[in-house]
């Protein structure tokens, strides 16, 4: 069965510091892997994806995501925070297998940042 | 090109009565996925559909929760009879192929049933 874990319900970081946020998965095939992130009130925004090729994958805002498939995972990563990054995050993956190309999602993880 | 809009933006809902939500998908998109959120949970899949076609429904309650898409107009989640625990986000995605790589999401309807 697809599946997807962020083991943080929240992390906190120091504006400037580097942050991560964790995400592991689980399907049969091989996966496409998503992050989204929400904010206050809003929809969700993509801010990246990973569908082949180099591991390591840049997005929106400064973002950037390492798919490891040996340890399964897709962590979400920034240099340097920022107080406007504190929001939800959401990990998502599909298996390239599944005909219906259902997303399972995260729990989500909230990320704050602190002046 | 606007995004994907979904009206209403609150609603708000006796119990017993019945709630529609409204997608319009981004131009030139013909896949519609809705999503609901709970309170400090992600997302749960709950349908997909194609213009005219319901595609999986596997997320959906099997009573009183129906999904359309029809070929003019926005897709509509309808729930009938509603109850407090249908209080919640309900998101829609909409994507240009089914393969679904990048879906774009709207602001969501925020039930609350009371």
């Known amino acids: 069965a697809q599946s997807v874990a962020q083991p943080e319900d929240q992390v906190n970081v120091a504006e400037g510091n580097p942050l991560t946020v964790k995400c592991t998965y689980s399907?049969?095939?091989?996966?496409?892997l998503f992050w989204y992130v929400q904010y206050p009130n809003r929809g969700l925004q993509f801010l990246l994806k990973?569908?082949?090729?180099d591991n390591l994958v840049k997005g929106s805002y400064g973002f950037e995501a390492e798919f490891n498939k040996s340890q399964t995972s897709f962590h979400l990563k920034k240099p340097s925070a920022l107080v406007s990054d504190s929001a939800l995050y959401f990990c998502?993956?599909?298996?390239?297998?599944?005909?219906?190309?259902?997303?399972?999602w995260g729990a989500g993880t909230k990320l704050i940042i602190k002046p | 090109n606007a995004g994907v809009m979904q009206n209403p933006r609150h609603l708000v809902r006796r119990r017993g009565q019945e709630a529609r939500l409204r997608c319009s998908p981004m131009?030139?998109?013909?896949?519609v996925y809705w999503y609901r959120q709970l309170p400090e949970e992600g997302l749960k899949f709950m349908v997909y559909?194609?213009?005219?076609?319901?595609?999986?429904e596997s997320g959906m309650p099997k009573e009183r929760f129906s999904a359309e898409f029809p070929k003019e107009g926005p897709s509509i989640l309808r729930i009938q009879q509603v109850v407090r625990g249908d209080s919640a986000a309900y998101f829609c995605?909409?994507?240009?192929?089914?393969?679904?790589?990048?879906?774009?999401f709207g602001q969501g309807t925020r039930l609350t049933v009371v």
């Open positions: 995605a909409s994507s240009p192929t089914r393969e679904n790589t990048e879906a774009f």
């Open positions: 131009k030139g998109h013909s896949h």
């Open positions: 559909l194609q213009k005219e076609n319901i595609i999986d």
């Open positions: 399907v049969s095939g091989n996966p496409y």
């Open positions: 990973y569908i082949t090729g």
């Open positions: 998502a993956v599909r298996d390239w297998e599944d005909s219906n190309y259902q997303l399972i």
